[in-house]
């Protein structure tokens, strides 16, 4: 009986990296497992280049001991708009707490990008800082008390200036009365002859701060006068506006307003709290700022009734981790919750997000508080370029915050939230609102991309995305659930806390850097997880290992769209050539070019006991990563294992008598010893039966499934080397039988490979 046969065209093997599907039923176009291949557009899979340093690289001196880099603080940032051009962008690298700066425009950025440094000198040496630009200034957070400036100057010595800031806020929470009837009665007075020195700070703090005219008209301490008429104390429900009124007088005499005692009495009883934020304190020494305001306001209205308060310290240990722009502001979070001798009012900042005023001046940046007094009776309003804060519920540690369109994106390891304007306008001070719209948190700052108007992050489960559906709402997606699940499992969670991802805006895939083992050692492992967005589906690169295991991919960021370069050009008096004698006149001009923006990376070096960085990209033509450090390399071997295909009758023994093989002819000449150039290779093999190891016996031996049909024959380097045709096909005999097979594909060292697809003939066992 004759067998039935089937063939099946491959020409469009795009999936990408699917580990979440049944041996029964994989989908095509996908693999299986694979390394080091390139998803293309047009159905193609290329070998990637080798991982090499940039041309006319130079090694960065870090200053730093080889074993202390291993633990010290490192990110990247791209530093957009500096001092503000149009034009200049910078890329910020931080080792430990130095941040040198390097022109984005130039080719080899080590080589003639660098430009200078800041030392942070005051902020830790083992986190990675988070930064913000605004202004044409750098913002720098840590984790430390204060937040770093970081301005530039062209042209001088020393063009990068560090000025360090404090965040401000108005005092919204006041101290803890020692008489705990003034915190379980807000309208309590006290029994008029003990005045308690907190709840003396927290009516100064709610209005009572500012001296008052009596009834003779001399400036005097509102609250001895409302004690005197009444008996008692103030309450923490009362201000000091409800007893002014102005004094009747005589004809011709100058009105003038004045403390009425007896008008306080009519108030007693309102249980609506007063407002507070009268002195504004340093958001974390907030009991150290509060005894120093206190002070500051007794020296500046000495005839107020002062007794001197020391506070509580009432101290947060631990700053803003997190800083971002958005709206015209810097915010701040990912604060601490730990409280240092506070007291019920301390704050736990954990969930705070602070927001400064709408920078104008350098001064705002750290301006997080409503400008107009809350106290006051005429400047009480906020406004809409005022700074604050929001608490966002339910949040136990910010990571991250990014910007989207008019939203800002907040995720938090428990969850990720929305701050927006309230209405259908922008965020300001009065027009804000909190949303939370998922519960699958995030794992680290670092591994957060922003590609567009959408946001991806890793979880300690999966990776997901958040993005606005066909409704405007925004929506968070798990999108490895049913792709590379069981890959991602597989990664060990410190390797996904240090992850760091960025998005390639000219090709369009998001790449995220993860590490294995302990750096600059034999069990070091670098990975690179891969989503192309038009496609979407994932790749993954595995970098090597340098021989020595001297070198480390530390982090990876995008390059910018053009390169600076100098041009000779002659000089023209009008149309009229400029002349000197009979020499042309010549003059050196810089100018910008276009460029392909791609994904750069940052790269370790480890030499004796010293540590040094530069970047590096996928640039080497012979496939080897690290060629440039020490001539010799290692090759970038790329392999690519398809699913199992059973033709649709898991049941039936197959075999394949024939694989048509389609690649890309790269060969385009010879050498000196009329070796073809740029060659390509690629060996595969069928794997029967579901057989993941050799031991099952069914994996068929290697064999080259590139080959020309016939040789070309040439007689010296000049001589064309032409087949005539633009794709290598090659006819090759599967061994084995099975009632699934898979094909594995791996390259050859130093060659190329670019996979156009195949073509399999399937005869099956007939059915009895």
């Known amino acids: 009986m004759t067998k039935p046969s089937r063939r099946a065209e491959v020409n469009s093997f795009v999936k990408g990296l699917i580990t979440e599907a049944s041996p029964l039923n994989f989908p095509a176009n996908a693999s299986l497992d694979e390394i080091n291949f390139e998803l293309n557009r047009d159905g193609t899979r290329d070998r990637r280049l080798g991982m090499d340093f940039e041309t006319d690289y130079e090694k960065i001196n870090t200053d730093i001991f080889e074993l202390d880099y291993v633990n010290s603080g490192k990110n990247t940032f791209k530093w957009i708009g500096v001092a503000g051009s149009l034009v ?275 001064k705002d940046i750290v301006k997080c508080y409503q400008e107009g007094d809350p106290t006051s009776r005429e400047t009480n309003d906020v406004v809409e370029t005022d700074g604050g804060f929001v608490r966002i519920s339910g949040a136990k540690k910010i990571l991250a915050m990014y910007p989207i369109s008019s939203d800002l994106i907040v995720i938090a390891d428990n969850g990720v939230w929305t701050i927006s304007g309230g209405s259908d306008y922008g965020f300001s001070a009065t027009n804000l609102k909190v949303s939370n719209i998922s519960s699958f948190g995030g794992i680290s700052n670092k591994t957060v991309v922003n590609e567009n108007k959408r946001l991806f992050y890793w979880a300690e489960d999966s990776i997901y995305v958040v993005a606005k559906n066909q409704v405007g709402d925004w929506t968070v997606e798990n999108i490895t659930q049913s792709t590379i699940q069981t890959l991602y499992d597989q990664i060990p969670i410190l390797s996904k806390q240090k992850a760091a991802g960025c998005y390639d805006p000219f090709d369009k895939k998001i790449k995220w850097i993860y590490k294995t083992g302990t750096m600059f050692s034999d069990s070091s492992v ?16 595995l970098i090597s290992r340098q021989l020595s295991n001297n070198l480390e991919v530390i982090g990876l960021f995008s390059g910018n769209g053009f390169r600076s370069g100098e041009v000779i050009q002659s000089v023209y008096s009008g149309t009229d050539e400029v002349l000197s004698s009979t020499d042309e006149v010549l003059v050196t001009e810089l100018v ?158 130093l060659k190329d490979c670019r996979v156009v697809g195949w073509n399999i003939s399937i005869n099956g066992n007939a059915v009895a």
């Open 88 to 362: 200049d962008d910078f890329l910020v690298v931080q080792t430990n707490n130095s941040l040198k700066m390097f022109d984005l425009s130039k080719e080899s950025l080590s080589g003639n990008g660098y430009i200078g440094s800041a030392i942070i000198a005051t902020f830790p040496i083992d986190v990675d800082y988070s930064f913000a630009a605004i202004d044409g200034k750098l913002v720098v957070a840590s984790g430390n008390e204060e937040i770093a400036i970081v301005t530039y100057e062209e042209g001088e010595v020393a063009p990068f200036t560090v000025t360090y800031e404090r965040i401000k806020v108005r005092d919204l929470w006041g101290i803890e009365e020692t008489d705990v009837n003034y915190e379980t009665d807000i309208s309590y007075r006290g029994d008029g002859t003990v005045l308690n020195l907190p709840h003396v700070y927290n009516l100064r703090n709610q209005s009572w701060g500012i001296p008052r005219k009596d009834k003779l008209g001399v400036l005097s301490d509102a609250i001895p006068l409302f004690q005197d008429a009444i008996g008692k104390y103030p309450s923490n429900s009362e201000v000091v506006w409800t007893g002014l009124q102005f004094q009747p007088v005589l004809s011709g005499a100058d009105p003038y307003e004045r403390v009425f005692p007896e008008l306080y009495q009519d108030s007693l009883g309102v249980s609506v709290g007063a407002a507070k934020g009268y002195f504004i304190i340093d958001l974390l020494r907030r009991g150290q700022f509060r005894t120093s305001e206190y002070a500051n306001n007794a020296v500046k209205y000495p005839t107020l009734f002062y007794p001197s308060i020391t506070t509580v310290t009432d101290y947060s240990p631990n700053g803003a981790t997190i800083v971002t722009e958005f709206a015209g502001r810097v915010f701040y979070a990912g604060f601490g919750g730990e409280v240092i001798d506070g007291d019920a009012r301390s704050p736990n900042l954990s969930n705070y997000v602070f927001f400064s005023q709408i920078v104008k001046s350098f």
């Open 526 to 541: 670098t990975y690179e997880l891969v989503l192309d967005l038009s496609l979407s589906a994932f790749s993954r690169n």
């Open 592 to 749: 910008r070019e276009s460029g392909t923006q791609s994904i750069k990376y940052l790269v370790a070096i480890k030499e004796g006991s010293s540590s040094y960085f530069t970047f590096a990209s996928y640039n080497n033509v012979e496939f080897k990563d690290w060629d440039r450090y020490d001539g010799n390399g290692v090759d970038a071997k790329a392999y690519l294992l398809t699913g199992a295909i059973t033709a649709g009758d898991s049941a039936v023994d197959k075999q394949v008598p024939y694989l048509i093989m389609h690649f890309k002819r790269t060969e385009d000449g010879v050498d000196e010893s009329l070796v073809p150039t740029k060659q390509s290779g690629c060996l595969i093999r069928s794997q029967w039966n579901w057989a993941n190891t050799v031991n099952s016996n069914k994996w068929s031996a290697l064999v080259q499934a590139y080959r020309y049909r016939k040789a070309l024959f040439v007689e010296g380097p000049d001589d064309p080397y032409d087949s005539g045709f633009e794709i290598i096909t090659s006819k090759n005999k599967l061994r084995g039988r099975g009632k699934a097979f898979s094909i594995y594909m791996e390259t050859e060292p």
